[in-house]
């Protein structure tokens, strides 16, 4: 057997001027690695009909199977997706009173009279199958382009907004996925690890996969280094994940974490622990992400951003003399911005943050990226120097996960 080839066209001039981020392609290639598929192919074109008949056609040419195309099914003139590719397979464009009874309730249920122009999502390509648009009005399309072509399974079209696209991709699309036959699957796991570079975690894991069946990646990032196993036995693949989760030990996150700061506020909440937190250079970030995750009201009493020297002093009692001998970028600061903190918020637990993220400010003594961290857990306290690379929004972003991580310590 083969393996199931997928080509994914997103069209849009937004998506090539930079003034929309290319969601859709992640959020698919995403989707169907759970069921054991990969986009064997991929490209960003513009709304024009030349551009979408050649892109197809070069899909079509190259081997795909399944073609997705996103974006261009809306009711403007430069929504030319659907009428391009009934033009290139030769189908009649068919009004649908399915879809138009459809439009009206979308129109009615929001007390507005219906655009002539929005008929148009109601013209369906002859013998296409409508996918349901639950939150929009433009409707999918899956075209058995097999009834058209000799070896093509599908062609399927979906709307641009991603917050339309993806549940139908999910409802709609999956579930067409999962009823072809005959195709290879390629299964991939992913572990999700902190606070050892991708360097040392590859040292770890590569000798368990090295000449087997079994193929590995990684990918670093601020939050964590991704480590990418696959293979097309789905039980191998798990018994070989647990391995390797088990050589790395506290370095890896549980199944379902995805970062050390969702891996706080769950340890938290396990042990009915209260947190704040204390942000110089970071500016409210690392109280944001606490807050981006759901339930973290449960542990999360609060934050200071104390930007300033002065308010460092007024607000979490910094002294005088420890900034005006140390700095407020120091140990001793970071350390009684903590203690401090949590004896302010009455936390369980407490981070504290103070350096310099440029892309000024720094000196020959002091540079740029230097950080230093305070973690508390009751009792215990540890606060560590960090010196870190980037720009100024990186710096930032690895010092919230720097935090976190060094937080996750005092659990262990």
Sequence with gaps: MSQLKIAVICIGDELLKGFTVNTNLTDIGSELLQL???INNASVIPDTTEMIQNSTTNMVDSGMDVIILTGGLGPTVDD???????ELFKLKLIMSEKVVATLKLYWNNRN???PEAVLDQALIPEGAEILPNDVGTAPGLLIHAS?????LPAIILLPGPPSEMNPMFKNYVIPYLSTLKGYDKLF??????TGLPESIIEEKTLPLIKNSIFSIAYCASPEAVKVYISSSDRDQLNSKTDELRERLGEFALHQGITDSIQAVVNYCKQHDLTLSVAESCTGGLIAAAITDIPGASQIFKGGVVSYSNEWKNQILHVSEETINKFGAV???CAEEMVTNL???YKTDLGISITGIAGPAGGTPEKPVGLIYIGAKLNDKIVIKQFNLSGDRNRVRQRTV?????LLKTLFL
């Excluded at 996960?401 to 991580?405: D, F, I, K, L, R």
């Design 330 to 332: 120091s140990y001793e």
């Design 147 to 151: 009834d058209h072509h000799p070896r």
């Design 80 to 86: 030319l997706t659907k009428e391009t590719i009934a």
């Design 401 to 405: 996960y720097a935090a976190a991580n």
């Design 36 to 38: 054991g598929l990969i």
């Design 112 to 114: 507005r009279s219906m």
């Design 188 to 193: 991939t796991n992913t572990i999700y690890t």
């Design 342 to 344: 949590c004896n302010y």
